[in-house]
């Protein structure tokens, strides 16, 4: 190879080295602002493959996959032990390719999440985009195999350790409180009955469709919207909502929209109720009381407490199955009245286990892990 070529090749490989680590740091972050979102892609790919006995290690999977992937992005781009690196990105990116090939193909998903709820891609899309990246990958491999693998500076090491805390801290943090970004559709700032109002078509030639899967069998089913059945969270898991067209043979497939919202008592549907409510309301979302700590049932006592002074009103939203009206009072409080919503929605509203969600005439102004309520 002339020293022109050998020169070419160089460069050629720092812009495939660049754009890997760029693209590695992107899907990273984006993916490690919201562990709960991968958590739940995790245990739809581990429902798929019969791997279900795996699911309780989905988080910790989930926030060691997401800043693994940041890190490598990190030391990609400032070229630290890049051998080594290139080496796993190497073979991750093989691992991907053969996998979003099969989710394109025999085991279809509606979203393969390499980029989160950032930016939504299908299977094929997911497949072609690391058909091009493999190749960047392993040129970055061959240009940098002459390098040692484990022979770290004093100055790589402090690096490694940076990027390993700046991977694992990010996702542990938003573990722990909420996502840095929302990209999801209940973020601050959108009121909700407006958004139920936008997604609703005037055009009665089209027609809203939920997917759903069988927790049980992992079969995928269609509802229409006003169908009741999908809301039981505990026989089906959402996956995603589409727009069909009488006008069009093939449907439109639209990012997740809110009009799923749905609150239910004993008197039935309650939505309305909750969401055109004038003045502040204090959602507190539980996914499941036993699992309610001490401390934080304190904090929700004190902000039944803090909203009974303003004036607010306080609502307790939970998946778990209740037969009658039921209210729930935390560490002592006044009885809070409870309505169901399914698992997926309140999960898509709050990446907590428990925590609050506070409106202002119908708009979200705030949202609260439990661990942050003062």
């Not at 790919?45 to 699911?55: A, D, F, N, T, V």
């Amino acid at each position: 190879m002339s020293l022109i070529h050998r020169r070419a090749f160089r460069n050629f490989a720092h812009v495939c080295r660049l754009t890997l680590g760029a693209v590695f740091i992107f899907s990273g972050f984006v993916k490690s602002v919201d562990p709960w979102g991968t958590a739940l892609k995790v245990n739809e790919y581990l429902s798929i493959y019969g791997l279900e006995w795996m699911q309780p290690a989905s988080m910790t999977f989930s926030i060691w996959l997401c800043g693994a992937e940041l890190m490598m992005g990190l030391m990609l781009t400032f070229k630290v032990r890049i051998r080594l690196i290139s080496i796993f990105a190497v073979l991750s990116m093989i691992f991907f390719t053969v996998l979003t090939f099969l989710s394109a193909t025999w085991l279809p998903v509606e979203d393969c999440g390499c980029f989160g709820d950032a930016l939504k891609l299908s299977p094929w899309g997911t497949f072609f985009k690391n058909l091009i990246l493999l190749p960047l990958a392993i040129v970055v491999w061959y240009r940098y195999r002459p390098d040692k693998i484990l022979a770290f500076s004093k100055l790589e090491i402090f690096l490694t350790c940076l990027f390993f805390t700046i991977g694992m801290g990010v996702g542990t943090y938003c573990y722990y409180h909420l996502p840095l970004i929302d990209f999801l559709p209940y973020r601050v700032g959108v009121n909700i009955y407006d958004e139920m109002q936008k997604s609703v078509r005037e055009d009665h030639s089209e027609k809203v469709v939920l997917v759903c899967r069988n927790r049980r069998t992992g079969k995928t089913r269609e509802f229409d919207l006003n169908d009741d059945e999908w809301q039981d969270s505990q026989k089906w898991e959402w996956l995603d909502t589409r727009v069909e067209s009488d006008e069009s043979e093939n449907p439109v497939v639209i990012k997740p929209i809110v009009n799923e919202f749905s609150l239910r008592d004993a008197y039935g549907d309650a939505t309305g109720l909750v969401i055109n409510a004038k003045g502040r309301v204090y959602m507190i979302c539980v996914t499941r009381f036993d699992d309610i700590g001490r401390k934080c049932e304190e904090r929700l006592r004190m902000l039944v407490d803090r909203a009974e002074a303003e004036g607010a009103w306080v609502v307790c939203l939970t998946p778990e199955y209740m037969s009658e009206i039921t209210y729930h009072s935390f560490d002592g409080s006044v009885p809070v009245k409870c309505y169901n919503i399914d698992a997926t929605v309140l999960k898509t509203m709050l990446r907590a286990e428990t925590g609050v969600v506070v409106l202002d005439d119908g708009t979200i102004t705030q949202k609260l892990n439990c661990r942050d309520i003062r």
